[in-house]
């Protein structure tokens, strides 16, 4: 029996990838690296930080290389450590590249849904370190093609990203994707406005009413029931 979607997009941070772990391993590392102290409050003012630059980045308020400067600029500006904001940055995204922590069981469901559908990784971000991560993490073997919002010129959930990934990936048919991702505002969102059939991974029970969402799941092995 074939199976229900030809193309799978999953999307990478915190649906495949690890992205707690990565951006803790080389916060903790770029600290020291240069050193300063370095603790969990550290991180919590950066997570904050580098939310609301990212919102700025998607409302077209800052173009990539403010926003990769920025974070690190207002985060060691709020620990009064005194370093080169683009040096930091760069070490910063030099650990994080070669970080190949994966959510449990992506290895095994890539390489299950690999042999059943084509699997592409659809992911905003930075398009030589997503490529980077990939080599590390063990799943290349299994995904078909890479998609980046860097390359794309456009952010997930922008229309012109699914458009993009479309092309790259010769794809007519709208009914034989299935856009797997855990963000509701960029990967769910995106899919709906682009007419695809979604999957929101959602391993921490959120909750939202807002979107029509075809499928939910709490591990990445449900994927089984919905693709085969």
């Known amino acids: 029996m074939p199976p229900r979607y030809k193309w799978i997009f999953l999307d990478a941070d915190n649906t495949l990838f690890d992205y707690d772990c990565a951006e803790a391993t080389a916060l903790e590392q770029a600290f020291r690296h240069f050193g300063f102290a370095y603790g969990e409050d550290v991180r919590q003012i950066y997570r904050e930080i580098n939310r609301k630059v990212w919102e700025d980045f998607e409302n077209g308020k800052l173009d990539k290389a403010t926003?990769?400067?920025?974070?690190?600029?207002?985060?060691?500006?709020?620990?009064?450590?005194?370093?080169?904001?683009?040096?930091?940055?760069?070490?910063?995204?030099?650990v994080f590249a070669e970080s190949g922590c994966l959510i449990d069981g992506a290895l095994e469901v890539c390489a299950e849904l690999s042999r059943h559908a084509s699997l592409v990784l659809a992911t905003n971000g930075i398009s030589r370190v997503q490529h980077r991560r990939l080599e590390n993490s063990g799943l290349s073997p299994y995904i078909s093609r890479v998609v980046?919002?860097?390359?794309?010129?456009?952010?997930k959930p922008h229309t012109g990203f699914f458009e993009y990934a479309f092309c790259q990936c010769g794809i007519t048919d709208k009914t034989s994707v299935l856009m797997v991702g855990d963000s509701l505002t960029s990967d769910i969102k995106g899919g709906v406005d682009f007419e695809l059939d979604t999957c929101w991974y959602n391993p921490n029970r959120l909750e939202q009413s807002e979107l029509k969402i075809d499928y939910e799941i709490r591990q990445l092995d449900e994927l089984y029931r919905i693709v085969l």
């Open 148 to 155: 980046v919002s860097e390359d794309a010129g456009f952010q």
């Open 67 to 94: 926003l990769q400067t920025t974070r690190f600029e207002q985060l060691l500006a709020a620990r009064r450590n005194d370093a080169d904001a683009s040096a930091f940055n760069a070490y910063y995204l030099g």
